[in-house]
């Protein structure tokens, strides 16, 4: 039969393909000598034009369009049925009229399919409990039985009016009085509490205003429902646990999502309350992206419960309608945010204890007296943004094409898989706020978190993004602030300081509109301002924005906060570099001091760096080595090893090893060091030159001067003066050379970088800087290396004298004078040597790298004392 | 991992771990087929794939002739399921809508299920069935793509057929079942 079938199907499709006309011709002559099938096929060819959308719409929808309504009974119990009024997961709820007293009821009748046997006991158990809640805002329990079916219900007192979000609405209520009216939500929740009763299912269908529009009376229903619900499920559904979802994806609690994060307690509930009233303020629930709404509609589990733990709530100031003044708005978005952003923490451990504390912070609020709810700090949003991002990154590879280039284009060139999710990442830019995909984008493209990806793209994307901060973000000053926060990292991570600065500074005059000091918003743009400003040279103007930054923090008064440490301890790196170094350690102690208070420092890259710094003020090698150590590992764990800060620590680590004279170790870590520089930066960025020339150090040291030769050529070639890698940088690096070429007997090659680089130390002034006597020595080393002794020996005093002044006593102006005691010997001034060397007779080689000078001290004075005694000898 | 005898009997014997076990292998048999079909985009999607995987599961639980050795058992009883519920929701919807008395009334053309009246679903249900008996090839890919609601992708590779296969098969199916409905 089948056979029959197939080829009677291949016919079809065939002929199908063919223009109609000439599909009868084409038919008859294929079914030449077989009636039967010609017939069949001519037969099914006239019914499949025309077939329109014929069971094209599937049968799932089908039925889902009418959930057949069960009928509605007479009666149920001694209740007489009025009408059906509602119907949820788990059963149908009517309205019905009670005999005596007179008065209507709400009676909720459960599926009995969903409701196994001991689940039912222990909810008719806990219908003592709940009738034992006597609060005016909760719905009273009366009355529990059977229906002739089999079916529980219960009989609950009931409550006319519409949901708390549609009452808002409709009477327009300021947000205030929206406030107030959760007042008592709070409470009616905390008495159930302390009643032992969880409601765990609290969404604005739960809460029904009754009472007149002078006392509007709001009533918390359905208590203890969702347990029951919880445990049929759970039952039914053992080892599913993954699959159990229950509730309102909307309002659901991270642990009620994935039960791993904790149990299910009173915190639970408060998460609710933050629901209900970011709905209730601004008329949408807190995770209403487009991703969760096509999580939802694709039934995507996964990806539900990961938005659910995961997704950061948009602060509800966003969302909210404008009204009252600006000034109340602004302290609206500040302080009411907190609050609701507090109840709707993922972690349970970080949101309000109790609806009771909840209650309090919002009288707080309405009584104009500071909240005890603070903003999540900077360090915990941005490791929740880095972790995110990170594994997102193929998304956010997307999303900035997207917004680059434009769908059409990126489409044409994907398959069809990679293109329906492009259109996936078209709809997130445009359904999610312009603000938080912005900010998100330009932060995501941030270099130090972006690794290796093409940084040239990334300055597009985020000029684009300034274009378009511009043009449409006036009207929305504190996205913008965050927006140029993000752009101005960015722009910092790239080294386009200009840029960066602007950004910064715009960001500052916002935060200052919008705030009263101190506030941390201020303090916050102060700090990155000031980093900026250092960034670009201005040193002094730098540390008094970071001093100002640092008084703002102290005065918020949060002693044990991470951001205080991190602001002290970049405070105290600008401090070291252009001011006072004991200020310096002093700042990094304190920051320590707040860091060791927590025990999940090792999770910080902050913390890392403040040990970084703190290790490069130490005396002591063993603890500094140590300090640097643990500082790198922190970063590893922390950040992953590619990440600009790991290369970073991984580099300081190294030329610490390289003082120490620990040249293999350090020959490791800085080519390594160099390796993920290479992979992670743009070829020409001066971080891989100054990685080159840091590695070139330890290779001249260990006299692999082939190498040395190489990483210093490759620091040179390709370094037009970018903004950062200025003339005294590249003034360094040919002194470096000059010097390996001394080595390599390649004295003309020498010359000429000593000839740009002497040119350069003049043109910027810095022939009065450390680098300038390293110039000097390799100077005197070309004149040496081509016999013209007496012509060393004045540049060799130079070298001297201006070690002498900028560091007397250093071990640097003893190589000098070492260098110059040599020249000294060859050329048979034995006294002078003798004499120059006698004024060096204290120095401390010290750190170990310096044990070369030593020893060719150690050998200087030998060679002095056998010439002596040969003349002695020679005398007698 | 398929349901072996003893996991089906002592789930219907009451052992709950035993009708866990047996419920998620339905769900995970279930689930992928239903899940992320794009063209259902209402919110309702949730539910009724919930719905459809507890009532595969209460079926198996019930009825003693229904056995489960693979994906193809499952797939045959969830469109059964889907099935009878298109009946039960035509009968439903028929009654309520004319009560008891109704007479089949003579069939219009069909060139569209977009909500299809009671008594078209009823005819359809007959011919789905008379394609069962007469053509079951054709039969498979009207339960994949109709009553599971998968797309011709998924369906061909659930099938291991070829795309275009799976589409003309599809095609004649329509057309067949068009024809039958209108006999």
């Not at chain 1, 006991?121 to 329990?141: C, G, K, M, T, Y």
């Not at chain 1, 159930?192 to 002078?214: C, F, L, M, T, Y």
Request: hydrophobic share 40%; net charge negative.
């Amino acid at each position: 039969m089948t056979q029959f079938e197939d080829r009677a199907a291949e016919i079809l499709a065939a002929a199908r393909k063919l223009p109609a006309g000439e599909r009868v011709a084409f038919v008859r002559e294929r079914c030449e000598g077989d009636d039967a099938l010609r017939a069949e096929v001519e037969s099914l060819l006239e019914w499949s034009t025309d077939t329109g959308s014929f069971l094209e719409t599937s049968a799932l929808d089908e039925l889902s369009r009418d959930l057949e309504a069960p009928e509605q009974p007479a009666s149920i119990g001694p209740y007489r049925v009025v009408d059906r009024i509602g119907e949820g997961g788990f059963g149908v709820v009517y309205l019905a009229t009670a005999e005596s007293p007179t008065r209507n009821v709400a009676i909720k009748v459960l599926h009995r399919e969903v409701t196994p046997r001991d689940a039912l006991q222990r909810f008719l158990s806990e219908r003592e409990v709940q009738a034992a809640l006597d609060h005016p805002n909760i719905a009273r329990v009366f009355d529990s039985g059977e229906t002739e079916a089999g079916e529980p219900y219960l009989v609950m007192q009931h409550v006319p009016g519409p949901k708390i979000t549609d009452y808002v609405e409709a009477a327009g209520l300021v947000f205030e009085d929206r406030l107030r009216l959760l007042l008592p939500v709070c409470d009616a929740v905390q008495h159930a509490h302390q009643k032992g009763v969880i409601h765990r299912d609290i969404k604005p269908s739960n809460v029904i205003v009754g009472g007149d529009s002078e006392v509007p009376l709001p009533v918390v229903i359905d208590f203890g429902v969702a347990r029951l619900a919880a445990d049929a499920r759970l039952i039914r559904r053992t080892h599913t646990a993954e699959h159990t979802q229950l509730g309102t994806p909307q309002y659901m609690s991270p642990e009620q999502a994935r039960p791993s994060i904790g149990p299910i307690d009173t915190r639970t509930d408060v998460y609710g309350l933050g629901a209900l009233l970011y709905e209730v303020l601004t008329g949408t629930a807190p995770l209403d992206g487009a991703a969760f709404r096509e999580a939802l509609a694709g039934d995507d589990r996964s990806q539900l419960q990961r938005i659910i733990c995961e997704m950061e709530p948009e602060a509800p100031s966003r969302r909210m309608r404008g009204e009252g003044t600006a000034e109340s708005r602004s302290r609206v978005r500040a302080e009411l945010d907190w609050i609701v952003l507090k109840c709707l923490a993922k972690e349970p451990d970080r949101r309000y204890a109790s609806p009771l504390d909840l209650a309090r912070d919002l009288q707080r609020f309405l009584d104009n007296e500071p909240v005890a709810a603070r903003p999540q700090s900077n360090w915990y949003r941005l490791t929740k943004l880095i972790r995110r991002n990170r594994a997102a990154f193929t998304a956010t590879v997307i999303l900035f094409a997207v917004l680059l280039v434009g769908v059409p284009i990126l489409a044409a060139a994907y398959s069809s898989e990679r293109r329906a999710r492009l259109e996936l990442a078209e709809q997130v830019v445009r359904a999610s706020a312009f603000s938080v995909s912005l900010r998100e984008l330009v932060v995501s493209v941030r270099p130090s978190i972006s690794r290796g990806a093409d940084t040239t793209l990334m300055r597009v994307v985020l000029d684009n993004a300034a274009k378009r901060a511009d043009e449409e973000l006036s009207d929305h000053p504190l996205v913008e602030a965050e927006v140029r926060d993000a752009l101005g990292h960015s722009y910092q991570d790239l080294r386009q300081h200009t840029k960066a600065e602007a950004n910064f500074r715009r960001r500052l005059e916002i935060v200052r509109e919008q705030f009263e000091p101190p506030h941390w918003q201020i303090a916050v743009a102060l700090h990155n301002l000031g980093m900026a400003v250092d960034h670009q040279g201005d040193h002094e103007q730098a540390m008094a924005l970071l001093r100002e930054s640092l008084a703002m923090f102290r005065e918020l008064k949060q002693p044990d906060d991470k951001g205080l440490a991190l602001a002290m301890s970049q405070l105290a790196m600008v401090v070291q570099a252009h001011g006072d170094r004991s200020e310096a350690r002093q700042l990094l102690e304190d920051a320590r001091a707040i860091w060791v208070q927590h025990d999940d420092r090792n999770l910080h890259h902050e913390y890392a760096q403040c040990l970084d710094n703190l290790a490069a003020m130490q005396a002591d090698p063993q603890v500094a080595a140590a300090l640097y150590r643990e500082a790198f590992e922190i970063n590893r764990t922390a950040l992953g090893e590619d990440h600009a800060f790991t290369i970073s620590a991984a580099n300081n680590l190294g030329l610490f090893l390289l003082m120490q004279n620990e040249l293999e170790q350090a020959n490791e870590l800085l080519t390594e060091a160099l390796r993920l520089r290479r992979k992670t930066y743009p070829a020409d960025d001066w971080l891989i030159a100054q990685s080159a020339r840091n590695l070139a150090l330890v290779t001249s040291q260990q006299e692999d001067y082939e190498r040395t030769h190489e990483l210093l050529a490759a620091a040179l070639r390709g370094h037009e003066p970018s903004e950062h890698l200025n003339d005294e940088m590249l003034a360094m690096v040919q002194t470096d050379l000059a010097r390996v070429l001394i080595k390599l007997k390649r004295l003309d090659d020498a010359n000429e970088q000593l000839d740009a680089a002497e040119e350069r130390y003049l043109r910027t002034g810095w022939d009065r800087h450390p680098s300038y006597v390293k110039q000097l020595r390799a100077r005197a080393q070309h004149a040496r290396a081509l016999g013209q002794l007496e012509d060393a020996l004045p540049i060799l005093q130079s070298a001297i004298d201006l070690a002498g002044a900028l560091q007397p006593g250093s071990v640097v102006r003893a190589s000098c004078v070492i260098d110059l005691a040599e020249v000294l010997i060859e050329v048979g001034r034995d006294e002078q040597a003798a004499e120059a060397l006698a004024s060096i007779a204290d120095t401390r080689f010290e750190p170990p790298v310096y044990a070369s000078a030593e020893q060719r001290l150690a050998e200087a004075l030998a060679t002095l004392e056998r010439r002596a005694r040969r003349r002695t000898g020679g005398d007698e | 991992m398929n349901p072996d005898h003893q996991l089906i009997a002592a789930a219907r014997n009451g052992d709950e771990v035993a009708a866990g076990r047996l419920h998620k292998w339905v769900d995970d048999a279930i689930r992928p087929m239903v899940r992320g079909r794009t063209r259902h985009e209402k919110a309702t999607a949730a539910y009724q794939t919930t719905e459809l995987i507890d009532r595969a599961f209460l079926e198996m639980l019930r009825n003693p002739a229904v056995t489960f050795e693979d994906r193809q058992h499952v797939v045959r009883l969830a469109g059964r399921i889907v099935q009878n519920e298109l009946i039960n929701a035509a009968r439903k919807r028929r009654t309520a809508k004319r009560g008891r008395g109704w007479v089949r009334a003579p069939m219009p053309d069909v060139s569209s299920t977009e909500g299809l009246a009671p008594e078209q679903l009823l005819a359809l249900s007959e011919a789905l069935e008379s394609l069962e008996n007469h053509d079951p090839d054709r039969m498979n890919i009207v339960r994949l793509r109709y009553l599971l609601g998968m797309t011709n992708a998924e369906a061909a590779d659930l099938l291991g057929i070829p795309e275009s296969t799976a589409h003309d098969r599809w095609e004649y199916a329509r057309a067949w079942l068009r024809r039958e409905m209108n006999k």
